[in-house]
C-alpha cells in the first residue's frame, strides 16, 4: 500500500488503473491463505484495510475521490472484495485438506479390508482343499458300509442275521444323514446372514433333545437336567442356536459312558448376554485332541461314530454370533461346554 502510495505521488499512475492497484495485494492473499491457513490471509488481509482506512482518511490513495461518499464507497469495496476472497479461499483449502484426509482414511481402510477378505480366501481355499478331500470319503464310507451288508445279507440264509444286519445298515444309514445335516449347517451359516428372534431357551433346548432322542440306534435312554434362568427377553439367531445346542447334545449322547447317562444344561441370562453350559458324564475328550477339536474333520476317537465337523461347526457358528466357547475335558469323566453369547441389538 505504501509503495502504491509513492507512485501515485509522483503521477505515476492515473485515472482508473490507480484505483485498480490495490487489488494486486489479493493474488498475495491467496498465496499466504494457501501456503499457511486463515489465520495468516485475514492477519495481511486487516492490515492492508487498517492502512487503506488511514490514509483515505487523510484524504490520500487510490480511493480518492471528487465526491467523499464515493472514496468510502471504494474503500469498503476494497475491504470487503479481500476479506471475502481470503475466507472463500481458506474455506476451498480446509474442504480441499478434509477431502484429502478422507481419501486417505479410505484407502487405509480399504488396504485393511484388502488384507482381511484375502485371508479370508485363503482359509476358505484351505478348507475347500480339506473339505473335498475328505467329504468323498466321508460320503462313501455309509454307502460301502450299506453295500457290503446288503451282499451279506443275500448270502447268509440264517434268518435271525436279518435283523443284525438291518441294525447295522440303520446305523450307516444315520451316521449319512447326520454328515449330509453337518454339510449343509456349514454352509448355512457361511452364507446366511445373522437373523433377530425372540429365544426362549427352555423350549429350544426340550426340542433339541426330543428331535435327538432316537439319533443312535439302539435309542439308549440319557437323563437330562435343564436348568434355565430367563426371566426376560432375550435375541439372537434362533437357527444358529440350534444348531449350536443340536451338535454339543449329539455330541454327548453320542459319546456316552456305558451306565447312567447324564447331561446338564444350565442357561443363566444377565446383562444381555446368555451364558450356557452343558455338561456329560462321557468318555471324555484325551488332553492331546483339546487343541485340535475346533479343526474341520479332526475327530479325536478312531470309531468312526462322528465326522469331524460337530465342534467345526459350532466355533464357526459361534463366530458368527460374535461369542466364546470353551471346553474342559477329562478322558472317563467327561466333557464340559461353555458358551458365552452376547444378545444381538
Known sequence: MVAIYAFIQVGYFNGALINSLPYLLIPFLLWLTFRFDLLAGISVALLASLVAIYYTTKNQGPFIQLNPDDSILLLQIFIG???????????????????????????????????????????????????????????????????????LARKDNDSTMKDVYLDKITNSALQQDSFIREILDQSRNSRLEVKKDEILFEPLIDETFNQLKFATATG?????????????????DRWRLKVILNNIISNSIRYRNGHDPVIKVNVNIAD?????????NGRGIPKEHISKIYQMFYRATDDGAGSGLGLYIVKETMDKLHGQIKIESEEGRGTIVKLEIPELT
Open 81 to 151: 472484495v479481500i476479506s471475502i476472497s481470503t475466507i472463500v479461499v481458506s474455506a476451498t483449502v480446509a474442504e480441499r485438506a478434509e477431502a484429502q484426509n478422507k481419501l486417505e482414511q479410505f484407502n487405509l481402510n480399504l488396504e485393511t479390508m484388502v488384507q482381511e477378505r484375502t485371508q479370508e480366501l485363503r482359509k476358505r481355499n484351505t478348507e475347500l482343499d480339506n473339505f473335498v478331500y475328505s467329504v468323498s470319503h466321508d460320503l462313501r464310507a455309509p454307502i460301502a458300509s450299506v453295500l457290503g451288508l446288503l451282499n
Open 272 to 280: 444381555h448376554k446368555a451364558v450356557v453350559e452343558i455338561s456329560d
Open 220 to 236: 439308549t435312554v440319557v437323563e437330562k437336567v435343564i436348568s434355565v434362568n430367563q426371566d426376560g427377553s432375550f435375541y439372537s
